[in-house]
C-alpha cells in the first residue's frame, strides 16, 4: 500500500516529463489540478458536477493529437458549462502542454496511481502534499502563496477558532490557513459529529471565506477546500479595492498578506481606511483589524517594516493599539518564506468591545530570531521550534498579569504602551544581543577571541625572535647542507 507522501514523489518526478514542453513548476501543479480533479472527481462518485462528455473517461480513452485537441476544448467547456465551483476551478483554464506524449503519459501515470491507499489516507492531504512540494521548490516562485505549516498551526492552536465562528483570510493563496483552521475545529467535535446538523452545514457552507488576487492560486485554493470538503466563499479579487469592503466581518482572522507595495505604486482604493498607504502590508493591516467583530481575534504575518515605517505607519500602529489589545508579537527566524532574508513577525491582537481607544495596555514580545538558525531545506522550520513560545503564549494572553520571564536575557519580555509611545509607536524592538555566527551556532565571547589574537601573536612574536636568532648566528644560510 502506497502512503501520500510515496504518491506525492511519484506525482511530482511527473514535472521533468514536462521540461521540454518548457513548462514551469507553477504551471506544472496547475496542470495537475486540472488532471487530478478530473480523475478525483470519477474516484470519489462526484463525476454529476460534470458534462458527461466531459469526464476521465474520455480522456483515458484518446491519444495522439486528438487527446490534446479534446483536452483544450475540454478545459474552455468545464470553465463555462460545470457546476458553480467546477467552473470557478477551470475559469479561464488553458494547457501550456504543447506535446500530445506528454499530455499521454501524465493521463496514464495519474490514472495508474494506487487510489485506494489516496482515498483512505485523504485526497485533501494528497493536493496539500503537492502544494507543499511546489512551494518548496525556489525556482517554482510559488513560496509567496505558500505559509509553513508548523508556522499556520501554530497560529490557529493560539488563536483557538471555534464552531460557529466566521473565520477569513482575505489573502488566501492556496487555503492553508483556512484549511488548518477546519481541522482544528474537526478535531474538536469528532469530525463535526458532536454539532447539529444546522451547525454542521454551517461550518461546511459558511464558517470559512476569504479573497485571493492570482486566478491560478485561487482555484488551487478552491481544489484545496474542495478535497477537504469547505465549501465557503472563496473569492477571486482584490481585498485593497472595494471588493474588499464587502467581505463580511469575522470572529478570527488568520493571513500572512502578500509583501510589497500596490502596482504602479497606486494607493488601495478603498474609501473605508482611514490611513490611505501603497504599502500593501500596512493596508492589509487596517482591512483585518477593521474587519473584525467586536471581541474578534487576529493572528497575522507581517515584515518589520510594518513594526517601524514612519509617518502613515506611526498612525495605523497607533489607531491598531487603540482599537485593539495588540497583545503579543512574535519575531520570526529568517529563512522560512520564498525570500529567505526577508524578516517577519506575527500580530497577535482582539478588537476591542466598547469603546475604541486605549485598548492596548501592555505588547509582549517573543524574539525568535536572535540567535536562531536560517531555516531552509538544511534546517527546515518544525512546530517544535515554536514550543517555548506557545508555552509563554499561555492560556489567557488578554489580560495584564505576568505571562513569563521579563529579564533581559529571556526571548519573552513586556513592553508597556507608555513605554511604545516613547519609541513613537516603534514595535520594532531588540533587547537580545546577537551571538550567533548566522546559523544559530554562538559566536565566542569577544574577550576570549582576543585572548586568543594575543597569544597566536606572542608565538608569532616567539617565533620571529628565535628565526632573527639564528640568522644572527650565521646558522641559516641558503642552500647549505647538513
Known amino acids: 500500500m502506497s502512503t501520500t507522501q510515496d504518491i506525492v514523489a511519484k506525482l511530482w518526478s511527473l514535472c521533468h516529463v514536462l521540461r521540454d514542453d518548457g513548462i514551469t513548476y507553477h504551471q506544472y501543479v496547475t496542470e495537475l489540478t486540472f488532471l487530478l480533479f478530473l480523475k478525483m472527481a470519477q474516484e470519489t462518485g462526484a463525476e454529476s458536477n460534470l458534462p458527461e462528455e466531459y469526464r476521465w473517461a474520455n480522456l483515458i480513452n484518446k491519444d495522439g493529437t486528438e487527446l490534446l485537441d479534446f ?16 467552473q470557478a476551478i477551470f475559469a479561464n483554464a488553458t494547457t501550456s502542454i504543447r506535446q500530445p506524449k506528454n499530455l499521454q503519459k501524465l493521463i496514464t501515470s495519474i490514472d495508474s496511481l494506487d487510489w485506494y491507499s489516496a482515498r483512505q489516507e485523504g485526497l485533501g492531504d494528497l493536493y496539500e502534499g503537492l502544494l507543499e512540494k511546489n512551494a518548496g521548490e525556489k525556482k517554482s516562485g510559488a513560496g509567496q502563496y505558500f505559509t509553513p505549516r508548523p508556522l499556520i498551526e501554530c497560529m490557529v492552536d493560539l488563536i483557538k477558532p471555534a464552531p460557529g465562528e466566521f473565520v477569513q483570510d482575505p489573502a488566501c493563496g ?8 477546519d481541522a482544528y475545529i474537526k478535531e474538536r467535535t469528532d469530525d463535526l459529529f458532536d454539532l447539529s446538523e444546522q451547525e ?61 507595495t500596490k502596482k504602479g505604486g497606486g494607493k488601495p482604493t478603498r474609501e473605508d481606511f482611514t490611513y490611505p498607504t501603497s504599502n500593501k502590508q500596512l493596508a492589509f493591516l487596517q482591512h483585518i483589524y477593521r474587519g473584525l467583530k467586536p471581541g474578534g481575534r487576529a493572528a497575522v ?21 487603540d482599537k485593539c489589545n495588540l497583545h503579543t508579537i512574535l519575531r520570526l527566524p529568517t529563512g522560512i518564506f520564498y525570500s529567505p532574508g526577508v524578516k517577519t513577525n506575527v500580530l497577535f491582537f482582539t478588537r476591542a468591545v466598547g469603546k475604541d481607544t486605549g485598548n492596548t495596555k501592555n505588547v509582549w514580545v517573543y524574539d525568535l530570531r536572535t ?36 529579564g533581559e536575557e529571556s526571548r519573552f519580555r513586556v513592553f508597556t504602551r507608555e513605554q511604545i509611545k516613547a519609541r513613537a509607536e ?6 537580545l544581543r546577537d551571538e550567533s555566527n548566522g546559523n544559530g551556532e554562538k559566536l565566542p565571547d569577544p574577550e576570549d577571541i582576543a585572548v586568543e589574537i594575543l597569544d597566536n601573536l606572542k608565538v608569532a612574536m616567539e617565533e620571529m625572535e628565535g628565526l632573527m636568532e639564528l640568522l644572527e648566528n650565521g646558522e641559516a644560510t641558503n642552500g647549505k647542507s647538513s
Open 71 to 86: 483536452y483544450r476544448i475540454l478545459l474552455v467547456q468545464l470553465g463555462s458549462e460545470g457546476s458553480g465551483r467546477v
Open 174 to 181: 492556496t487555503g492553508g490557513f483556512l484549511r488548518v483552521a
Open 200 to 260: 454542521q452545514n454551517f461550518q461546511r457552507k459558511q464558517a470559512f471565506y476569504g479573497m485571493e488576487l492570482v486566478q491560478d492560486a485561487h482555484r488551487l485554493a478552491l481544489m484545496n477546500m474542495m478535497l477537504h470538503g469547505i465549501e465557503g466563499d472563496i473569492l477571486l479579487g482584490d481585498t485593497l479595492s472595494p471588493q474588499g469592503e464587502r467581505l463580511p466581518k469575522a470572529d478570527v482572522i488568520l493571513t500572512n498578506p502578500p509583501f510589497g
Open 301 to 321: 504575518v507581517l515584515p518589520d517594516n510594518v513594526l517601524f515605517e514612519d509617518g502613515v505607519g506611526q498612525k495605523i500602529r497607533a489607531d491598531l493599539m
Open 371 to 406: 540567535n536562531m538558525p536560517s531555516f531552509g531545506k538544511r534546517t527546515p522550520l518544525t512546530r517544535e521550534h515554536f514550543d517555548d513560545f506557545e508555552k509563554c503564549f499561555g492560556e489567557d494572553p488578554f489580560g495584564d498579569g505576568e505571562r513569563g520571564d521579563q
Open 426 to 431: 516603534n514595535l520594532d524592538i531588540i533587547w
